[in-house]
């Protein structure tokens, strides 16, 4: 770990010969490596090394700005991060992209998807929770990204969450339903877009309120002069698109609110509703259009049309889930430890198969097995350790060693304690070995205490396993 604390991830080989990231250093950081092992006997060795990373000479860094600006949103806001230099290749994106952390409280299942190669947005499987805490940080600073590129500042953002407010608009039955918390506040008789300017389906997210806008069909591509074309007052604005739609209201078109869809694109109600509704609804509250004969919404570019995504294609844009799903939690990867199932039952990152040879004549019962155990494997360093540590404790078979935290060792099985069982050295601290010895295949014959079961040999393979 460095010396802020962090934990590096990593594996072992097949072999259990050596060890390496899966995560990058940071530049300029010192690292600690805990390094312990056992012996045929499970008798413990121990090392601790330090080291130094360097800092590069050129560089250009990689500085995130999180969005929106903290405070209290609705249900549907995105969480979005802008990157200072653009991010096209899908290994660099998947370290950007761990390192960018979202945890809401209550926690719910969420993603970050790549929009193009400066921008992600992150939002979870369904809406957030009403009244939730959502933070949201960087740990890519000091990270080494590409060839020159490294990880640097980000401001670190948390917002709020309001009640649930949704406003269905059904373009066919001409109203607007407003509901809060799944119940139905209001209904308003509105007018949605004519044709040839259809109102789009599907779900926007409030960008903002504007008490006033003055509205020009000039700047939405509609000729002055033109039997089409308006330049309009326009009061109680509230903006769905960057392109210009809005609910607001529409004296002008009173008489064909509830019946009739007249509008150039907007939704429409009268001044007293589109007053109402302009102090019942906030940036990322949800207005969602049903029955138009628009285009759906489009999920980027135009507002906030993420929720038009289904799941499965919002993971897609995911450079760590790829289509997998999202996670509850954003924390970096990190390596699980299993239990041996055989003697000697030790915690280790590697699953030792025991060949016996035989039982004493006194063995009975069954030898019982290890439950898992509620172990997290917290690598310690990131560097690649070789042979090199083979003689770091005399008498030691050891490879490079991990570090874990555990709780007390769980019961063996069915099987009563006896002397017939291989013990294992007692856990009397919360740093144990978790990369255990890479065993000899030579033949170890005999027994090591009165009445210790024999073990001809142990070949070890790899069961570590990521948490992502």
Known sequence: MDAAGRYVAGELSADGARWHSTSPLAAGARYTVRVSTEDGDGAPGRKVLTFETGMPSAKKTLDVAFGPKAGAYGVGQPVTAELSQPVADPAQRAIVERALKVR???????????????????????YWPAHATVQVTSALSGIKIGDRLWGGKAEPLTITTDDRVVAVTDAAAHTLTLFKDGEEVRQIPVTTGKPGFETRNGVKVVLGKEPFVRMRSSTVGIAEGSSESYDLPVYFATRVTWSGEYVHAAPWSVGSQGSANVSHGCVGMSTANAEWFFGAVQEGDLVEVVNSDGETMEPFGNGFGDWNLDWAKWTTGSALTGGAGGTADQDAARLRPRWCDRPPYALCSLFCR???????????????????????????????????????????????????????????????????????????????????????????????????????????????????
């Open 104 to 126: 809401s409280t209550p926690a719910v299942e969420g993603a970050w998807h790549w929009v193009d190669d400066k921008k992600l947005h992150y939002r979870p499987k369904e």
């Open 354 to 468: 025991s060949r016996e040879a035989s039982a004493p004549a006194n063995s009975t019962g069954s030898t019982g097995s290890a439950t898992a155990a509620s172990a997290r494997l917290h690598v310690a360093s990131h560097a690649s350790w070789g042979r090199a540590m083979s003689n770091s404790t005399g008498g030691h078979r050891n490879t490079s060693s991990l570090i874990c935290r555990h709780s007390p060792m769980p019961p063996m099985g069915t099987a009563s304690p006896s002397s017939t069982q291989t013990s294992m050295p007692p856990l009397s601290s919360s740093l144990i070995t978790a990369a255990g010895v890479a065993h000899s295949t030579n033949s170890t014959t005999g027994t090591s205490g009165a009445g210790r079961r024999p073990v001809a040999s142990r070949t070890c393979s790899r069961v570590l396993e990521s948490s992502l």
